[in-house]
Structure formats: structure tokens, C-alpha cells
């Protein structure tokens, strides 16, 4: 992704979008001043195409696209270590989590293997109500078009009885699948 | 103690040690532990990823079955702990959201659930002299590392046991069990969680930079308490050690493998078996290094008892002494009340000096005590005495 970025006046449209996730963030990104601690103790900061400073100050000017759009939000690990830091007390880790949402929303997914990954991972919850692990594996597997992905511990997994071919499942899964309908009539995914 | 239980989905699956040994734990401390009736999962980070409502709703169903057990709820796994927390966080202080996942889940929803991880209820409940107590097996000489990762410790407004940078709650556990715990850099930082399946390129690194810290800090094992952290850092290893072509050999414990252990449950009981990384064969090594260990700090102990039997000893002899000694002096006065004549002879060879000493000491019986004492003491200090007197003696006459 290009690094460079042209300055622009925020639109309207833009500062409400913004405002709005911050509303969701529980955050607010003036408060940042751009010290850089975050990036400097993020430990994933090494793959990201801007570092959380720089994502902050991509939401500061106002370049919410550029930020929804930034491999970053995919790349962060949700380990906290930003915010927990953060002398500003800027929810970072909430700002990356609210955006990555907000690119699920527009569909402006720069990492689809991460997107993939939590679809899979959901979509077993939603059937059993529990973590359907050998499931999510194949379809994750299936989905980012890797077949073979990690196939090596699949048996190794087995034997030492870590990972079943038949997923877990809880007695109300109706109780479960009702959950995420509603979740998705609220306007979610 | 009783406590209501959610294993969550990875201790009866990727991290099934982890679960196997927490039950063998809880027993062994008499902590009764009540699984949550048809838990669900909590969504972990991919539910948060997608979805703010759905991330709250899933953690909420367990809590409100919480609720009606009117019980803390452990959760041993980092991830469910982080997601319980948080939900409980803003069911307490969010009371329209409150009522907006109530609806959603369709139960009642108080907030009066409290999420508990298995480090706080370890060592702050049950105490470190109650675990260091249950300890049959010492793990002496074992050299570890604790590894918090992030979900135990951030955000601290959730968790708030246990300081988020410099963690200690684990390091006292395991050395209540007898082993060295290392201080390193690495304790808190991620380990990149469902990265390593998503963007192994990413979470591998992050999985290098640890195990590389560990194995720098002189670490011969890294211990844990999060189901996703153990797995990475263990089932990972390898894979790690081909790609930045080195290798670690650490095996990877959880915590609770290590209490049940040195409380003396076997191998298959705790699940040591089930590692990736060869786990038995330094648990080994470590009971061997304890045997030594322990008897070197016995006849460390046998020796500093002898020692001090011995100084005993000398110090009766010196309590003694002061008794004996005056009797000695006593012996010596009545000597020279008796034979005066030959008791200066043994103080000075020189007949016509020792005549004037016997002279001296006849009109000063000061003098004959003082000679006395010395010669207890010191017969060369009595003699140089002696000498002086006679020199004095002589002087005073010549004036």
C-alpha cells in the first residue's frame, strides 16, 4: 500500500462515520498525540502496512477509508499491549476492533484469510454452540484455498486427543443459533 | 471453596492437559468445582472481530447461568476469562446494554456474575503455603519462565489481579513448587494467537521472539495458563525452530500441570503425555536434579548442625572457663602464701632479683594476685611483670 497520502479536508460523511466509531470504540483519537508508544510496543507492528500511530492519525485527518482499508486492522493480534500503555488512554485495541467490524460492514476486507478465519470459527458456534475446532480447520483450509495448511497436525492432534472429527455440541443449540439470528437482524454480519 | 466452572471449548480440545489438569488441581486443593449446565462458547476474538453484540451475547448466556448458581465462575483459559470479564464489565456499568443482550439471550441478566482465572484463585485464594503444603514431588532445580501472554493481564480494568507489565501471581505458584522462575521480557507479550493459523508468516515470528527470549533468559522450560499460548508455543515448536532454522527443546507447561505433578499425580493423569514438545523426559531430570539437591541441602543442613553442636561445645567450654580459671588463680595465690621462695624462682632465674620480687610481693598482696592471674594466662606476661616490679623496686630504692 502506498505510504504517502494526500491531505484532503474531510468530508461530512466522513466525520460522521468517524464519530460514530468512536461512539463504538468507546475511544476518542484527538486525544492522541502521537508519541508513538503504541506502535513502538506493538508486537505485530513489524507486518503492519501502518502502525497503530499511524492509523490513529488516519482517523485524525479524517481518512477513514484509508484506515478501514489498511492491512493493519487485520494484522493486529487484539493483545491489548497499545491500550494498556497508551498515556493518552486511547482504547487503541478497541479502535482496530471497531474497525475491523466497520470493514466487514462496507465489505473493504484488505486480509481475507483473517476474515475467513473468524467466519469459520463462527459459523461452528453458531451450528453447535461450542468451538467446532477439525471444522474450522477444513473450511478455513477450504475457504483461503490452502488445502494442505497445517494438515501435518491433524493426526499427531488426534492421537494425543486434542482435536475430534465429531464437533462438541451443547443440548440448546437452538438457544445459540437464536443468538446470532438476532444479532444479524440488529444489523450485524 | 466451590466455584461454578467453565472449561471452555479449547480444555476439552487443543488444550485438553489443560483441563485434565486443572480437575486434578482443584481436587488436590479441595476446591469443588461445579460445571457450568450446557455452556456455550464465549466467540473469542473472532467473535469481538465481527461482531460487538454478538461478542457480549455469547459471553452473557454462561454468565447468567453463573448467575443462578450464585457462584464465581472460573475460567481457566485465558481468551473466555478476557471475553467473560469484559462482558461483565459492561453489564455492570452499561445498563441499557445490559438490557439490550438480556433481550438478546432471552434470559435474566443481573450482572451479579463474577469471572475468576485460575492464577488469581491459586494464588490469592488458596494461598501459596496451602499449594507449597500439597508438594510430595519438588521441582528443585527446574529453571522456568511464566508466560502471562495478554488476555490474563489486559485490559487491567478487566482482569486487575496482577500487574499488566511485570506479572507475578504465576511466578509465586511455581516456585511454591519449588522451582527457579527466570525474569525475562517476554512475560506479557503475544504470543499472535489465531495469527499462526491466519498469517503464519506474522504469528511465527512473534512465536520466535518468545521462545528466543525464554531460551536467552537461561529458561529449560516456559509455563503457562492460556490454552491458545500453550498450544502455539508447544504443537508450533518445531515448525518454528525449521523456519528460523535454531532450536529450543522447551517444553511447555501449564501451570496446573506443574502443581498436579508435584503433588504426585502420574504422567497420564496431568496429561504430560499429550505435548508436542517431550515434556516427561525434564520432569525427569528435574526429580534427579531435586534428589541431589535435597540431600546436598541435608548434609548442607547435617553439617551446619554439626557446626553448631561443635560451637556449643566450645562455648560451655568458654562458659566454663572463667570458673576454672579462677581457681587456677586461687591454686596460684595459696602457692605463693606457701612457698613464696619458689614461686618467684619460676618468675625470674636471677636469684638476687627474685630476693627483692619476694620482697615486693610480701608487702603488696595486689601484686601477688596480679602475679597470679598471669601466671594462669600467660607464664612469659608473669615473668615480664615480675621483672618490672623488681626494675621499679630497684629504682624507688635507688632515689
Partial sequence: MEKSVKLIPACEEDQQLLRRLEAEAGTNVNLCYQCGKCSAGCPAAFAMDYPPRQVIRLLQLGMVKQALKAESIWICASCETCSTRCPRGVDIASLMDTLRREALRQGLITDKKVAAFNQAFLNGVRLFGRTYEAGLLLQHNLKTMQPFKDAQYGLPMMKRGKISILPAKIKNRDQVKKIFDKVQQLGGE | ?399
Fill in chain 2, 1 to 399: 471453596m466451590k466455584l461454578a466452572y467453565y472449561p471452555g471449548c479449547s480444555l476439552e480440545g487443543s488444550g485438553i492437559e489443560y483441563g485434565m489438569s486443572t480437575e486434578r488441581t482443584a481436587d488436590i486443593l479441595g476446591i469443588e468445582l461445579v460445571e457450568l449446565d450446557d455452556w456455550n462458547c464465549c466467540g473469542a476474538t473472532s467473535g469481538h472481530n465481527t461482531n460487538k453484540l454478538l461478542s457480549l451475547a455469547l459471553p452473557a448466556r454462561n454468565l447468567a447461568i453463573a448467575e443462578q448458581m450464585g457462584l464465581p465462575m472460573l475460567a481457566p483459559c485465558a481468551a473466555c476469562y478476557n471475553r467473560h470479564r469484559n462482558t461483565e464489565h459492561v453489564i455492570k456499568n452499561d445498563p441499557e446494554m445490559r438490557e439490550t443482550i438480556a433481550q438478546l439471550i432471552e434470559m435474566e441478566l443481573q450482572g451479579t456474575a463474577e469471572t475468576v482465572s485460575i492464577l488469581e484463585v491459586l494464588a490469592n485464594q488458596v494461598g501459596i503455603e496451602q499449594i507449597a503444603s500439597k508438594v510430595t514431588r519438588p521441582l528443585l532445580g527446574m529453571k522456568a519462565v511464566c508466560y502471562y501472554g495478554c488476555l490474563l493481564v489486559r485490559p487491567v480494568e478487566h482482569t486487575g489481579f496482577d500487574d499488566p507489565e511485570d506479572p507475578q501471581t504465576m511466578d509465586r505458584i511455581v516456585r511454591a513448587l519449588g522451582a527457579e522462575t527466570l525474569d525475562w521480557s517476554h512475560k506479557t507479550e503475544c504470543c499472535g494467537a489465531s495469527l499462526v493459523t491466519s498469517r503464519p508468516e506474522v504469528g511465527n515470528r512473534m512465536l520466535y521472539q518468545i521462545l528466543r527470549n525464554a531460551k536467552e533468559a537461561g529458561a529449560e522450560c516456559i509455563v503457562t495458563a492460556c490454552p491458545l499460548c500453550g498450544m502455539n508455543l508447544d504443537m508450533r515448536q518445531g515448525q518454528v525452530e525449521k523456519e528460523f532454522n535454531t532450536k529450543f527443546d522447551l517444553p511447555v507447561y501449564y501451570v496446573t500441570e506443574l502443581v498436579a505433578w508435584a503433588a504426585g499425580e502420574s504422567r497420564q493423569a496431568v496429561g504430560i503425555d499429550r505435548h508436542f514438545v517431550e515434556a516427561g523426559r525434564y520432569l525427569d531430570e528435574v526429580a534427579v536434579r531435586a534428589e541431589k539437591i535435597k540431600a546436598e541441602k541435608e548434609a548442607q543442613a547435617q553439617a551446619k548442625a554439626k557446626a553448631a553442636a561443635q560451637a556449643k561445645k566450645a562455648g560451655d567450654q568458654a562458659d566454663e572457663d572463667p570458673e576454672a580459671r579462677q581457681k587456677k588463680i586461687d591454686a596460684m595465690v595459696k602457692a605463693f602464701e606457701k612457698n613464696p621462695d619458689k614461686m618467684v624462682k619460676r618468675l625470674i632465674e636471677d636469684e638476687e632479683r627474685a630476693a627483692i620480687l619476694l620482697e615486693v610481693i610480701r608487702e603488696d598482696s595486689k601484686k601477688t594476685a596480679r602475679l597470679a592471674e598471669l601466671m594462669v594466662d600467660d607464664a612469659e606476661k608473669a615473668s615480664k611483670a615480675a621483672e618490672a616490679y623488681v626494675t621499679a623496686e630497684l629504682k624507688k630504692r635507688a632515689k
